[in-house]
């Protein structure tokens, strides 16, 4: 809430009658000759009928607060990469690949068995942020070689993570979309550099991020020159364990029809269940998501990373049809 106050008000009682209301002041606007214009007050503050507050003596007025984002509000729903639409009227995307990228042969052999089942866009790491240093971390730039080789030879697009910094420039050659991970949704040198490399992003939701904060870290993105943000919704920590994480539908809806954004979920993240991705792609579609990421491994079973989430590339035939039947 934004308190307007009237001119001339007494803003130093106006304020001490908001602290005597239980209102925390998060931010005071003040105009050009230092006369306080507004309050902002906290989300945590007291809840009051704005028309209590709006009693106040010297008080003009209580308003919704400005958006802190108004890049992302003014984005659209629909976001272009490499010639594809995602979001908006366009129909569902679908994004798949390994975990990692773990040898050429593989990944042009799992490229070659996704190609004819509607998937637009290869997913794998080259760069892999694993929880433990001696995890298998990714094969770097040689992946990216790799990964790009293979989408190429089966018309598809490349989607793959930059996880620092300096890996921004190689990642935005090979990729046609850059994503952000989870890890690293609120590292803001990164977002920076991200911004600047000319390529449309997958911002990952991090684990334990608010919508707010995912979305002015998309924010970032668009002031830092991105030309498009799509959001993804991978799951967030929850308190069960019966799944890896918690996949937050009710933000993917809220992003979809009330942000009117574009919103990506990755259902095998999310629930680190192959038995439950697609049930989960499915709910994600009709939460109004404008495509789903999921994790394929020609043989889960050797798989580097993630094995016991992967599903079989022919999996994906249930989902739906390939993008030229429909
Ligand atoms: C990934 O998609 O490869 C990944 C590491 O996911 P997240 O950042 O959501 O954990
Ligand atoms: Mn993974």
């Keep these: 809430?934004?308190?307007?106050?009237?001119?001339?008000?007494?803003?130093?009682?106006?304020?001490?009658?908001?602290?005597?209301?239980?209102?925390?002041?998060?931010?005071?606007?003040?105009?050009?000759?230092?006369e306080v214009l507004s309050f902002s007050l906290a989300s945590?503050?007291?809840?009051?009928?704005?028309?209590?507050?709006?009693?106040?003596?010297?008080?003009?007025?209580?308003?919704?607060?400005?958006?802190?984002?108004?890049?992302?509000?003014?984005?659209?729903?629909?976001v272009l990469v490499s010639g594809v639409e995602i979001g908006g009227d366009a129909p569902p995307v679908l994004l798949s690949g390994p975990c990692a990228i773990e040898s050429e042969e593989r990944i042009q052999g799992i490229a070659?068995?996704?190609?004819?089942?509607?998937?637009?866009?290869?997913?794998?790491?080259?760069?892999?942020?694993?929880?433990?240093?001696?995890?298998f971390q990714g094969h770097g730039a040689e992946a990216l070689r790799w990964m790009r080789r293979?989408?190429?030879?089966?018309?598809?697009?490349?989607v793959t993570e930059a996880m620092s910094e300096a890996d921004v420039p190689l990642v935005a050659e090979f990729a046609d979309l850059l994503q952000i991970g989870s890890r690293n949704m609120q590292n803001f040198s990164l977002l920076k550099v991200a911004g600047k490399a000319g390529r449309p992003v997958l911002l990952k939701r991090a684990m334990a991020a608010t919508v707010e904060e995912w979305l002015l870290a998309g924010e970032y993105l668009l002031a830092h020159g991105a030309p498009g943000v799509i959001f993804c919704e991978r799951g967030i920590r929850g308190f069960?364990?019966?799944?890896?994480?918690?996949?937050?539908?009710?933000?993917?809806?809220?992003?979809?029809a009330v942000h009117r954004l574009p919103v990506i979920v990755d259902p095998s993240h999310a629930t680190g269940r192959r038995d439950l991705v697609l049930p989960l792609a499915r709910a994600a579609l009709a939460a109004g998501a404008a495509g789903v990421m999921i994790e394929t491994h020609d043989d889960p079973a050797q798989a580097l990373s993630d094995g016991p989430q992967a599903l079989a590339p022919a999996q994906l035939r249930d989902l739906f049809p390939p993008r030229s039947q429909r």
């Design 44 to 78: 945590y503050s007291m809840a009051l009928d704005a028309a209590e507050l709006e009693a106040i003596d010297g008080v003009a007025r209580v308003g919704a607060p400005a958006s802190e984002h108004p890049r992302v509000d003014a984005q659209g729903p629909r």
């Design 150 to 158: 293979a989408a190429d030879a089966h018309g598809l697009k490349v």
């Design 112 to 135: 070659r068995q996704l190609a004819p089942l509607g998937v637009t866009f290869l997913r794998g790491g080259a760069y892999k942020p694993r929880t433990s240093p001696y995890a």
């Design 1 to 34: 809430m934004v308190i307007y106050l009237k001119p001339g008000a007494d803003a130093d009682r106006i304020k001490r009658a908001l602290i005597a209301r239980g209102q925390w002041i998060q931010q005071t606007e003040k105009g050009a000759s230092g």
């Design 240 to 256: 069960d364990g019966s799944t890896r994480n918690l996949l937050d539908l009710g933000a993917v809806a809220l992003l979809a």
